[in-house]
């Protein structure tokens, strides 16, 4: 059975109108509405994995557009390949948990919580879901208004100053990223339709990858503004810690395992193949800039006190990695990086889960004042270790495979390597088109040791050890609203297919290898291709790359 744009239509619908009922019933019915609503939303993405032709990955299925201006070129469009979908169903996974998660935490404005929850989740399939820019574009800005009203309301003491300065960064670069988006459609129409406007993603593409070099500078630049920020890449990126900080436990989960993945898919669908000559010219400094992230960041966890505080930070760390990854410009690389959009939402959102487990029973995050948990709650700390080390990059959970690509892809994209004639004579093998090289892979694998410390540090320090509580604690025995010690059957609900899912991934990712391998290598070709045609001959970048990664299925075909 073929993906129907019906059913996409309907997941994108399904939680704006459980979200209208949630603000209809009575506050007590809120949590109810809001769990149906994210399960119904799930179990039509799940029947939408099973209806996606996985032997057509690159092919954007499911298509279909309703009218909305046609005379401007605006159509509501949807449509998805093997990538949009993988991050469909890691929205629709993080989506019910993040609700179900909130039963104890959230106990005043249920309803105006709720319903912000399943608006952010229509925005979110929204986004992955749009060929058409508008759709795109109100999808993307449209994430920032109930994520606002998320942090601004249930946030921590200074929640009113972290949602204003996470408001006015993602604005202002989606402002920008907006002027982008409209040059390459004005340029589409003046160029090649004599006046006529189209903003369809597939023939904008087209158009824009036949820029002048000078211009797609500008393009890229203009779109980067507003997917760095989302990120967040460094300088930018200091919204991100205060709002992960201040937000509650469900907003933050939320931040981590699917918003931030819409800036490194937003470079991905749009920097990449809008822009490809200025892409691989400006990839070295793109390339330092995640890399400087990535250590800086690293830095920043190691003197961190605050638990949450330092999973925030880590976050700019690891999203380095996967920018990295994608401007590395070859197989290996892009993997990597898709991969880390996933493995990153299921491991660091599940530590957020575990950090606001800890908030409810003693009101602190403060690793001064906590130490040796593991001794009063051992399920917790069984859970702690083990997502720790999935986000530390541990061989055999998820987390690893994601880092080695994406380092691997860094590794292999030297200019200086590459083929230096078409017949492949001075070929270094393994090298491939790219403008990056081993000195970039080994200054960022240094970001991986530092990881290592800080959550090795915060796990020994709050795992294990003395038991520490905080003295109001003693006072009072206060351990939240009616929770037991350890995790409660709801709290080990939530986290158990996190776990799985990192363990399976971590063990046998050749799934998750196989479903990007053919919009990798189409994406790479028109980068590659697009570069040549604007660019004038270089005798080391324009040689024929080497496939930097072969997949095969079992009966040994080459993917």
Request: one cysteine or more; proline letters at 6%; charged letters at 10%.
């Amino acid at each position: 059975m073929e993906l129907s744009s019906v059913l996409l239509f309907v997941m994108i619908l399904l939680p704006l109108v459980f979200a209208a009922l949630v603000a209809m019933r009575p506050r007590e019915h809120a949590a109810g509405i809001a769990t149906v609503g994210m399960l119904a939303a799930g179990l039509v993405a799940t029947l939408g994995l099973f209806q996606f032709d996985w032997s057509r990955t690159a092919e954007f299925q499911g298509a279909g557009s309703i009218p909305w201006m046609p005379s401007l070129g605006m159509e509501l469009s949807v449509g998805v390949d093997s990538v949009a979908m993988l991050l469909v169903a890691l929205t629709a996974l993080l989506g019910p948990i993040c609700v179900i998660a909130s039963y104890t935490a959230i106990r005043e404005k249920t309803q105006t919580f709720y319903a912000m929850l399943l608006i952010l989740q229509a925005a979110m399939f929204g986004v992955f879901c749009a060929r058409d820019l508008v759709f795109f574009y109100i999808c993307f800005e449209f994430t920032l208004i109930p994520m606002y009203v998320m942090i601004s309301l249930f946030g921590s003491t200074n929640r009113k100053a972290a949602a204003t300065k996470f408001f006015l960064y993602t604005f202002t670069g989606s402002v920008i990223a907006l002027a982008g988006f409209v040059y390459v459609a004005w340029y589409h129409a003046n160029v090649f339709t004599e006046g006529e406007w189209t903003l369809a993603i597939e023939p904008l593409r087209q158009a824009a990858a036949s820029m002048p070099a000078d211009q797609q500078v500008w393009v890229m630049l203009a779109m980067l503004a507003g997917f760095a920020i989302k990120v967040p890449l460094f300088p930018v990126h200091t919204w991100l810690p205060l709002a992960h900080t201040e937000a509650p436990t469900a907003g933050s989960v939320i931040l981590a395992g699917v918003l931030l993945k819409l800036g490194t898919y937003g470079i991905y669908r749009f920097v990449l193949p809008f822009a490809p000559a200025a892409v691989v010219e400006y990839a070295p400094i793109i390339a330092i800039v995640s890399i400087i992230g990535i250590v800086y960041a690293g830095l920043i966890c190691w003197v961190q006190t605050d638990v949450k505080k330092l999973v925030a930070y880590s976050s700019v760390s690891h999203l380095g990695f996967c920018v990295l990854g994608l401007v590395a410009i070859n197989n290996a690389g892009l993997t990597g990086s898709i991969l880390y959009m996933i493995n990153h939402g299921l491991s660091t959102g599940a530590l957020f889960l575990l950090i606001g487990m800890v908030y409810e029973r003693y009101h602190t995050r403060s690793m001064r004042e906590l130490g040796g948990l593991a001794y009063k709650m051992p399920i917790w700390g069984c859970f702690m270790v083990y997502f720790a080390m999935a986000s530390v990059g541990l061989p055999g959970l998820n987390g690893f495979i994601s880092e080695f690509l994406c380092l691997m892809g860094t590794f292999q994209a030297d200019a200086n390597w590459a083929m230096v004639s078409a017949n492949g004579d001075g070929a270094t093998p393994g090298a491939t088109f790219g403008t990056l090289g081993p000195w970039f892979a080994l200054v960022a694998g240094t970001g991986m040791i530092i990881a290592a410390i800080y959550i090795l540090f915060m796990v020994g320090k709050v795992c294990f050890g003395p038991l520490v509580e905080p003295q109001q604690h003693h006072d009072d025995d206060d351990h939240g609203p009616n929770l037991p010690t350890d995790l409660s059957a709801r709290e080990i609900g939530v986290l158990m297919p996190l776990a799985i899912l990192c363990l399976v991934f971590g063990l046998y990712p050749k799934p998750l290898l196989v479903a990007v391998s053919d919009p990798v290598n189409q994406t790479v070709s028109q980068v590659v291709e697009g570069y040549r045609a604007v660019t004038p001959m270089n005798p080391v970048i324009d040689a024929p790359p080497v496939p930097a990664m072969t997949l095969r299925t079992e009966e040994g075909a080459a993917q």
